[in-house]
């Protein structure tokens, strides 16, 4: 049973260019989280979904930034027109039945 | 709102050393708790967590954690610790109502060897 897998495990950007991450869930598992790492600051949520319905985007910057689990397919992390203030570390998690989650090994994302 | 607090950003210690780390939560109703560790480079793994019964959780790699409803704490124990337990720790809360789970902003343990 394949854990959590995000890809690229690494992405660099200019500024002002998009960044997708993907992430698929481990099977069977239908609850999907993403959260952005910085250093000093921990895990920050981003938004959580389910398979075609976000449920809680409440941590996710109001522009630039959208998510999506389509029915078929991994989970996107999509960030528009990216800044340097956007280079993170981004997890996917994802979880059964919504306790306790198994994580992904991440994407390391570099805006330059 | 929920929120977990880790009291200590920093830890060093030697190897044989007794480890506790302290986080506190605030959440008025019934929570699930967890412990997830961060090895260098690598992505955060559970440790143990905490839903409902003993108080007193084990865990992986010999850590425990206690569960003290009225300090709404959740502090994290390992009677020896080793070099090989150097990482970033962090403890995270949910509430049954809602899945998401809130991190605290980790401790960095450092074991010397």
């Known amino acids: 049973n394949a854990g959590v897998m995000q890809n690229p495990r690494h992405l660099v950007r200019r500024r002002g260019q998009e960044a997708r991450l993907r992430c698929s869930p481990m099977?069977?598992?239908?609850?999907v989280y993403w959260y952005r790492q910085l250093p000093e600051e921990g895990l920050k949520f981003m938004v959580y979904?389910?398979?075609?319905?976000?449920?809680?985007e409440s941590g996710m910057p109001k522009e630039r930034f959208s998510a999506e689990f389509p029915k078929e397919g991994p989970s996107i992390l999509r960030i528009q027109q990216v800044v340097r203030g956007d280079s993170a570390a981004y997890f996917c998690?994802?979880?059964?039945?919504?306790?306790?989650?198994?994580f992904g090994s991440g994407t390391r994302l570099t805006v330059v | 709102a929920q929120s977990v607090s880790q009291h200590n950003h920093h830890v060093i210690l030697s190897e044989a050393a007794s480890l506790e780390l302290g986080c506190n939560y605030s959440?008025?109703?019934?929570?699930?708790l967890f412990w997830y560790v961060q090895y260098p480079g690598q992505h955060l793994q559970l440790l143990l967590k905490?839903?409902?019964?003993?108080?007193l959780v084990k865990g992986i790699k010999g850590f425990e954690a206690e569960f003290i409803k009225s300090k709404f704490s959740f502090n994290l124990r390992k009677p020896s610790v080793q070099w090989s337990d150097t990482a970033e720790y962090f403890c995270?809360?949910?509430?049954?109502?809602?899945?998401?789970?809130?991190f605290g902003k980790g401790t960095r343990l450092h074991i010397l060897p």
């Open positions: 995270a809360v949910n509430a049954r109502r809602d899945d998401k789970i809130i």
């Open positions: 998690a994802s979880s059964p039945s919504g306790e306790g989650y198994t």
């Open positions: 959440y008025g109703g019934t929570v699930n």
């Open positions: 979904l389910q398979k075609e319905n976000i449920i809680d």
């Open positions: 099977k069977g598992h239908s609850h």
């Open positions: 905490y839903f409902s019964g003993d108080p």
